[in-house]
């Protein structure tokens, strides 16, 4: 081939390439969520209590929600079995067998609190009303040993719980742009 016509080959494929974006096979599945699906689900709490909602509840209370709603995965008084165990295993984090429970091991009680609500029942999640969630959270809490069976936990009391744990993890930064 000229020079001539290799340039105009380069033109053509050039000018192939630009007329059409290139299509993307993708597996076709799903669809984007809806505002209000994603609202749902936008349920965060943090561990200062942000974001969590009106109600209450004591551990007496949660103890007859945790008996109907969670005991048959996770045991007579959080002992665990067939799913985790949540009560116990105070001073084993430095053993050779640790046990990390919500007692042991978590840092914010408001943790609790976003995980039972966002996830529990497992196969029923987001189906406990706050003030459910609020009474299971109190009784994992008074389980433990953190705070008393009258205490009420809500959107003040919550945040103030000091776990356990709490001096034990270490809060990360990321890194910033030099």
Same mark, same amino acid.
């Given at each position: ?34 505002? /209000?699906?994603? $609202? #749902? ?7 200062? @209590?942000? %974001?969590?909602? +009106? ?20 045991? /007579?008084?959080? $002992? #665990? ?7 116990? @295993?105070? %001073?084993?984090? +430095? ?84």
């Amino acid at each position: 081939m000229s020079t001539r016509e290799l340039a105009c080959a380069a033109l053509v494929l050039v000018a192939a390439g630009c007329a059409a974006p290139a299509r993307v096979e993708t597996p076709n599945l799903g669809r984007p969520a809806t505002a /209000a699906e994603i $609202a #749902g689900w936008d349920i965060s709490v943090g561990p200062d @209590g942000v %974001g969590l909602p +009106a109600g209450s509840g004591t551990a007496l209370k949660g103890a007859a929600v945790y008996e109907q709603k969670c005991q048959a995965c996770h045991g /007579a008084k959080g $002992a #665990g079995q067939p799913n985790d165990r949540l009560a116990g @295993g105070h %001073g084993t984090l +430095a053993s050779k067998t640790p046990v990390r429970t919500i007692g042991s091991y978590w840092p914010y009680a408001t943790t609790v609190f976003d995980y039972v609500r966002r996830s529990m029942p497992y196969t029923q999640p987001q189906s406990l009303s706050d003030d459910e969630v609020y009474a299971v959270t109190a009784y994992l809490l008074q389980l433990n040993g953190i705070i008393g069976e009258p205490d009420e936990m809500n959107a003040q009391t919550l945040p103030k719980v000091t776990m356990p744990n709490r001096g034990n993890f270490v809060i990360v930064y990321p890194r910033r742009a030099r």
